[in-house]
């Protein structure tokens, strides 16, 4: 087989996997099992298609494809005579006519039955990203390996653990309704932004972002708001990610350095994607979701997105919602933010006097943006020696290459006090 039809037939799996494994874990009950007949099929496509050529519905085509292999397990692993004319059945019940029927029928509640299950709380956090990537993302185990950083063995085991802990727990192959629904959407929604921020500001390595990480959770998070369109926190993620992907060509430098929000040229943002972004916020707004964790990250996302210039910016209003979203959630990290916000809205003795109160607090011990704010601030006062020893400090806490370097610079050009002769 070509190296091009081979990757032709992967991009078509990728494309089609999740709605089959959706729709394979609603006849199987099993997200392990969807996931092995899945494979199965693209076996056998591989073998098939340079051959015969792409189907015209290759979805359909890999859908009848693992039923039929579903039977054939049943059959060869002789399973109980019940379960296995129930799952006989209900094979055996899809219009054999109509492929193509068999694939789109209860689509959308499939995929958000799968979206639920893969982010189940009864899973870790590192868990559920790495099942959801892997099963919603249609991501290889070396693909997510190397975009977290962590050996390929400790991603497959991850995942292996997952579906064994799914299938242990019985987690039910559903969407929650009524008062369960909340906890478990955010769930959800926590595991799509921890990619989209992995992406966006990569905790370790070389590179400042990993753009493919921020697409991945854009495009589970488009299909989310599909599924749920009255959602408001729904609408909120997507929009503050929307408009934070807009500026990921001006992020980066020629030489892949970082570039700070008020150094960046605006120029450079995709005015399509803050568009779109500014639509979802809106949305999210008019459903009554204006005071949502993520649509208040968004309004703030979005007052940097109007302004033409960072001095155009109403830092006022983005002190403000950033002082409501600490109060929502009680995060340190919201608080350091509202510092910055303050700061440039209030000067810098006002940004000074939360980041000292959070020094206090020891809550953001070790997080690294701490002493980079206040190096930033104990700078623009005049106060270099100490605005120096933080930025260092910074420094030595970050672990992404691109991060170490950007603060070492900064303390490099801290000014030293002239000295009188």
């Not at 890999?62 to 209900?90: C, F, P, Q, W």
């Not at 070790?366 to 104990?378: E, K, M």
Request: proline residues 6%; glycine residues 6%.
């Amino acid at each position: 087989m070509t190296t091009s039809a081979h990757d032709a037939i992967a991009t078509v799996f990728r494309i089609e996997s999740p709605r089959l494994i959706a729709g394979l874990t609603r006849i199987v009950r099993d997200v392990g099992l969807a996931e092995e007949l899945a494979q199965d099929a693209l076996v056998l496509a591989l073998e098939r298609w340079p051959e015969t050529g792409v189907p015209d519905k290759p979805g359909a085509w890999l859908m009848t494809t693992a039923k039929n292999r579903a039977i054939d397990r049943v059959r060869h692993r002789k399973l109980a005579e019940s379960k296995h004319a129930a799952l006989g059945r209900e094979l055996d019940e899809e219009p054999a006519p109509d492929p193509d029927a068999a694939l789109d029928d209860d689509l959308g509640d499939d995929l958000l039955r799968l979206v639920f299950t893969a982010c189940h709380p009864v899973l870790s956090s590192e868990a559920r990203v790495a099942l959801t990537l892997r099963l919603l993302g249609g991501l290889t185990t070396d693909e997510i390996a190397r975009a977290f950083l962590v050996p390929e063995p400790t991603i497959a085991q991850r995942i292996v653990r997952a579906k064994r802990t799914l299938a242990e727990a019985a987690v039910p192959f559903e969407v929650p309704r009524g008062p369960a629904l909340a906890p478990r959407l955010a769930s959800v929604l926590d595991v799509i932004y921890l990619v989209f921020n992995e992406g966006y500001s990569a905790t370790a390595g070389d590179d400042w972002m990993r753009p493919a990480l921020c697409e991945d959770a854009l495009r589970l998070g488009r299909v989310l708001a599909g599924l749920m369109p009255d959602e408001p926190e729904v609408l909120g993620l997507v929009s503050l990610m929307e408009i934070q992907a807009s500026r990921a060509a001006a992020r980066v430098g020629p030489g892949g350095e970082p570039v700070l929000l008020l150094d960046q040229n605006r120029a450079r943002w995709d005015r399509l994607l803050i568009r779109r972004g500014l639509e979802a916020l809106s949305r999210a707004e008019t459903l009554g979701g204006a005071e949502g964790t993520y649509a208040l990250q968004a309004a703030i996302a979005a007052c940097h997105a109007r302004a033409a210039t960072g001095d155009d910016t109403d830092w006022a209003r983005i002190a403000a919602l950033y002082a409501t979203l600490a109060e929502r959630t009680g995060s340190p990290v919201v608080e350091l933010n509202r510092a910055v916000a303050v700061s440039m809205a209030f000067g810098p003795e006002a940004g000074l006097a939360i980041v000292d109160a959070l020094t206090a607090e020891h809550a953001l011990d070790g997080y690294h943006l701490l002493p980079a704010v206040r190096g930033d601030l104990l700078t623009k006062m005049g106060r270099f020696a100490e605005a120096r020893a933080s930025l260092e400090r910074a420094a030595t806490l970050t672990r992404n290459l691109r991060e170490q370097k950007l603060l070492r610079e900064r303390a490099a050009a801290v000014p030293h006090p002239r000295r009188d002769a």
